[in-house]
């Protein structure tokens, strides 16, 4: 078994971080570096996939689940509208690979792609 990702640590409570909000199979956090006026992370709760192609293969509803709790985030800290991105490989910016959404929100007009 390999090392627990840094946001199961942080769900098991080992690394300080407050949970925002919590669906059955999904929790969110704030960014510890913010790209964006608002920049949350929606993350299943189980590390099974790394990525969201696998995500997407492997467990489509929770994938919707993650989706739909983004949405409902944007419009308790924003106006609703709102950026997911998941980056998918290192070359693609990806370093945590336990999947995970950036939820960007907030002023987005002239912030350029990516989290
Ligand atoms: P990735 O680069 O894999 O798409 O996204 C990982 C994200 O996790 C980064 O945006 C990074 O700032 C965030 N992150 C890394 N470590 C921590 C942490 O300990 N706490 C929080 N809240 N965010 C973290």
New binding site residues.
Partial sequence: MSEPS??T??LDGE?P?EIIAETENAFA???????APV?L?VIPKSEQYRNVVELAAGDPDLLAELVGLANSLAAEHADGDFRL???TGPN??????HV?A?VLAGGLQEASLG?
């Fill in positions: 840094i946001f640590r942080i690394i971080s956090i704030r960014d510890i570096a913010p790209k920049h992370l991105i998941f980056n693609a910016g990806q370093t945590v690979f995970h950036h989290a």
